[in-house]
């Protein structure tokens, strides 16, 4: 397929510098080739069309960004359950790579600041502390991210040659990922496009971003990490620690084989409202009139460079019918979102997900992403699809899964559709038909 130059690039060819392969600039999903009108309030554009068949190729490797409390080996899971009843692992990265892309599903840690988990995202070393994980220990040994991925991608020829690349070098400075994100893997990657350096070429990671597509993304916090902190009394301390919540995180993070990482309540404080929206100074009031720090928003603003263009995506979804059997167990976290921010899908508000604007509700400047509307199926129109909940693109049992067969508790759920698996290969087989 032909693709069209950018005009820098297109210039140097003029004059014969060929040093560095052309430029390509995808053909665009935008407003102009999507149809809107979806989700309940009909401000959505409408999910990918069916993948079924096509290739998985994309141009450039892809990398998934996995959420708050869970690690790489628990997320993106298919949709075919084992004898232990949980969904096969990696199965997200198994259909996409047997489809053709390659495909990066970094472990940062379950626990973390937002901001070290966009550092860990980019570049992970070995250790049990997080400064040994941030690679600041005596002699850092890297053992995951995007850094490694780097140098593993542009060390085999026939990945180089699928991009054009010369040499190792050339592709190391070069080489350009597609980032699919969950919930806190949202901000986490946009800290990294906006914030952290490529060591290879001297850019910010934004340069070496072609698109960015969020499910269910924190992108404006959630009400349930402001409740928590206040039900545990935590901001009664500095910068809202707590070292209930540490103990805890600590405790589990240990379970998941991710070190001794004892500063976990970071990561609660990182998803508040106040934190994303309103300032990264848990100490300061700015509604009391108080001069403080940016929030994260105001920090890390999704790049927009026309120099290099990226395609900015979010998928949202919620739950309608939270008392399903496969919900239920999440209605006071659901009721609590609820009540503060309006329609959620039992974790995140519609809003927060949907991030067309920075601040609260419809406030701050716009962003540039598409906002675009997942859901399930129904074959029943009298019998709406109870919606999705937060870990649907992870690893949750959703009604409609595996033909309408699976049941949370009994219940007959053969009127309903849903595929984990199949979002993820119509979101991936767009990005191929555009480009990506």
């Known amino acids: ?30 407003t102009a080739t999507l149809a809107y009108g979806a989700g309940p309030s009909g401000r959505f554009y409408a999910p990918p069309a069916d993948g079924k068949g096509k290739s998985l190729k994309t141009h450039w490797p892809i990398v998934l960004s996995h959420p708050f409390s869970y690690t790489a080996a628990n997320s993106f899971r298919g949709d075919t359950l084992d004898s232990a009843g949980s969904f096969d692992a990696y199965g997200v990265k198994a259909m996409l790579e047997a489809g053709g892309a390659v495909v990066y599903q970094p472990d940062k840690l379950a626990y973390a ?16 502390t997080l400064d040994e994980q941030l690679c600041k220990g005596s002699n850092p040994v890297e053992i ?3 850094h490694l991925a780097t140098r593993q991608y542009c060390a085999d020829p026939a990945l180089r040659a699928r991009n054009g690349f010369a040499d190792e070098s050339q592709c190391q400075r ?3 990922f597609n980032v699919i994100c969950h919930s806190q893997g949202c901000l986490d990657s946009r800290y990294m496009l906006a914030a952290v350096r490529n060591e290879f070429s001297g850019e910010l990671m934004y340069r070496h971003i072609v698109s960015w597509s969020s499910m269910a993304g924190a992108n404006k916090g959630t009400a349930q ?3 928590y902190l206040e039900l545990s009394a935590s901001c009664l301390s500095p910068d809202c620690k707590s070292p209930v919540f540490d103990l805890a995180l600590a405790a589990d993070s240990m379970r998941q084989g991710q070190g001794l990482i004892l500063n976990g309540s970071d990561s609660a404080v990182a ?10 100074d848990m100490d300061c009031n700015p509604d009391e009139g108080q001069t403080c720090a940016p929030s994260f928003n105001q920090l890390y603003p999704l790049p927009v460079d026309p120099t290099h263009p990226i395609l900015y995506q979010t998928f949202s979804s919620q739950i309608f019918n939270i008392d399903h059997p496969c919900y239920s167990g999440k209605k006071t976290n659901w009721q609590i979102v609820e009540g503060r921010e309006g329609p959620n899908d039992g974790n995140i ?19 540039p992403v598409l906002p675009r509307w997942v859901s399930g199926i129904t ?3 009298a019998h709406p699809h109870p919606g999705l909940e937060h870990m649907a693109y992870c690893d949750l049992k959703v009604p409609g899964m595996s033909d309408g067969q699976l049941s949370c508790n009994g219940e007959d759920n053969s009127m309903y559709r849903f595929s984990r698996i199949d979002l993820y290969r119509d979101i991936v087989a767009e990005l191929v038909g555009a480009g990506f």
């Open 174 to 176: 070069g080489l350009q």
């Open 271 to 280: 998803l508040t409202r106040k934190y994303v929206l309103l300032t990264t």
């Open 144 to 146: 995951d991210g995007i």
């Open 225 to 227: 990490a402001d409740a």
């Open 379 to 381: 074959l029943d129109p």
């Open 113 to 128: 600041s937002s901001e070290n988990r966009g550092q860990l995202l980019y570049k992970k070393c070995a250790g049990t």
């Open 349 to 367: 508000s519609v809003d927060s997900q949907m991030f067309t604007t920075y601040g609260w509700g419809g406030t701050g400047a716009a962003t």
């Open 1 to 30: 397929m032909t693709r069209p130059l950018h005009a820098a690039a297109a210039s140097l060819l003029l004059v014969g510098c060929t040093a560095e392969p052309a430029a390509i600039l995808p053909a665009p999903i935008s």
